[in-house]
């Protein structure tokens, strides 16, 4: 028996296929659609990493089962940090939700963000130059340049350090932002839009949507092993 299914699955869909073969049939073909579509192997498994590995998800073993799987597919060290980093900085849009309220609330109660002024954020500058600045970077840049421009040194080597394709750290940032355990639609609809001026298609970006649902078998990675397990334990052969 292989150690894993293919696609998003585990050793979980063996049991699956034993106690409903029918519905495990039938999720399969779904879940294992995008790993035969527009994208190639090598970008689904790292938007299988980004997905796993994401500050909002933290899936130990999908995180293994799509890193040993990228690496099968071609996938370089390089690439599978970039990945890392980019689960990573998805953390910021607790700032892209929290501060523009942060502001509105503040002025609500007659207060203001302290006096920047002078202050050197060369980070946020090179982006700006570089015409990748997002405006709704504005209200926690307001609040506290010099934090956001460390968080930008950190974040800028996403898009400026060549190690994967322009369109390529675009696909992946709609995955992270339109995964089900985030859905950001703003960042879902500027990472669709530059991917689609970058040069993708309609259905590679339905592949990487389609991806985000695959993500959804995670349930049946975590719960079957457990439920097998409490049978077993109660003396429930199924």
Known sequence: MQETQSGPWGPAFHTLERWDPTWASAAARMTDNPWNGALDRKLVELIGVALNAACTNLNADGTRRHVRAAIAAGAKRAELVQVVKM?????????????????????????????????????????????????????????????????????????????????????????????????????????????????????????????????????????LPILEEELANAGDAG
């Not at 015409?131 to 934090?147: C, K, L, M, Q, T």
């Open 87 to 223: 689960a990573s900085l998805l953390a910021i849009h607790s700032c892209s939700l929290g501060a523009p309220i942060l502001l509105e609330e503040a002025q609500a109660a007659g207060l203001s963000p302290a006096e920047s002024s002078g202050v050197a954020t060369p980070a946020c500058d090179t982006l700006k130059a570089a015409g990748i600045w997002n405006d709704a970077w504005n209200p926690f840049f307001d609040a506290d340049p010099v934090w956001t421009d460390e968080f930008m040194a950190a974040g800028v080597d996403v898009y400026t350090s060549g190690v994967m394709s322009a369109k390529d750290v675009e696909l992946i940032s709609i995955a992270l932002d339109a995964s089900f355990t985030h859905m950001y639609a703003p960042g879902t609809r500027r990472h669709i839009r530059t991917a689609l001026k970058l040069g993708a298609s309609v259905a590679e970006i339905m592949d990487v949507l389609k991806l985000c649902v695959a993500q959804g078998v995670q349930s049946c990675n975590l719960a």
